[in-house]
């Protein structure tokens, strides 16, 4: 498909790659001060998370031991709602057991992702799991499910950038925006 036929467009940026850096530092300095001295299997859920946890991790000192590792979900296919199903289509491939996960997400929705992933960490008798989550849309929340690590919290719009996509686009762009219906 060109992207002529895409029936979404850009609209306008949401927030600028500057933006998202400085808050990634941030965010970085807290999960060092937390970590300092100790292990973190640091894994990051395909494909929204990777290149927010690309930049993170890079963010965080020798200090901590950082172990990378990722996971995939099915969500949302090619749609912009939520069909309420989620499993796993890919496994990280560190056992969890007695060790400190820090689970990565791009943007936190209706929340069923994080929720039903730390459902199943939690199985799996980790030393802790924590959540580190670049967006939260509150209005769109279905389930209760806590952030530890937050980057924004944004307004109810479909967003695209920095590992966000619309459809399988515009993950590239360095800043977040919101997308439209095209008219
Ligand atoms: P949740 O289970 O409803 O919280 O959905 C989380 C997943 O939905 C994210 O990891 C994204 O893949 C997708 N998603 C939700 N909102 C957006 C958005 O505005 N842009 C791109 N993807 C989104």
Redesign the pocket.
Known sequence: MSSDECDYKLDYIMLSSDAIQRRVSELAMEIEREYRGKEIIVTG?LK?AAIFMADLVRRIGPSVDVRMDFIAVS??GDL?T?SGV?KIVKDMDTYAEDKNILLV??????????AYLGEIFTARAPKSVRTCVLLE?PD?KKVDTAIDYKGFTIAD????GYG???AGRWRHLPDIWNVIEKK
Do not use: P
């Open positions: 859920v929204g969500s949302y912009s939520s989620v997400e791009d943007i936190m929705d209706t929340g069923l992702t994080l849309k769109r719009e479909f967003v695209v966000l996509d619309y």
